[in-house]
């Protein structure tokens, strides 16, 4: 599977943006779909994730309100709206991928078999 970020860019104090991930290649499989954030000094951690079928979400407690995963298989893309953004959310942001029929969404890189190559958000105060 290979993954394809985009939607990054450079906005004010509030704004929003919506980063987007196209997954291609062997789609047929059951992934959970999750973002990770990684800003510099600061390990890659997880923001939000959502199910294969998109049933149940994940959404960290410092993104949570502000933030929105979701899902469209039919074009094996996955969406991340971010809302009302803070200089805090300024780091470069991976999707990720990992086989998972269930409910589970893996919350370790380590869990995540398939990246993006990351797109940076960058919000001036």
């Known amino acids: 599977v290979q993954l394809q970020a985009s939607g990054g860019g450079l906005v004010t104090a509030g704004g929003s943006l919506r980063l987007s991930c196209a997954a291609s290649?062997?789609?047929?499989?059951?992934?959970?779909m999750s973002w990770f954030q990684q800003s510099p000094g600061n390990e890659r951690a997880i923001v939000a994730g959502?199910?294969?079928?998109?049933?149940?979400?994940y959404t960290a407690d410092s993104v949570k309100g502000r933030f929105t995963i979701s899902r469209d298989n039919a074009k094996n893309t996955v969406y991340l709206q971010m809302d009302s953004l803070k200089p805090e959310d300024t780091a470069v942001y991976y999707c990720?991928?990992?086989?998972?029929?269930?409910?589970?969404?893996?919350?370790?890189?380590?869990?995540?078999?398939?990246w993006g190559q990351g797109t940076q958000v960058t919000v001036s105060s």
């Open positions: 959502i199910t294969w079928n998109g049933g149940r979400t």
């Open positions: 290649g062997r789609t047929d499989s059951r992934y959970a």
């Open positions: 990720a991928a990992a086989r998972s029929g269930s409910s589970w969404i893996p919350s370790y890189t380590r869990e995540y078999a398939y």
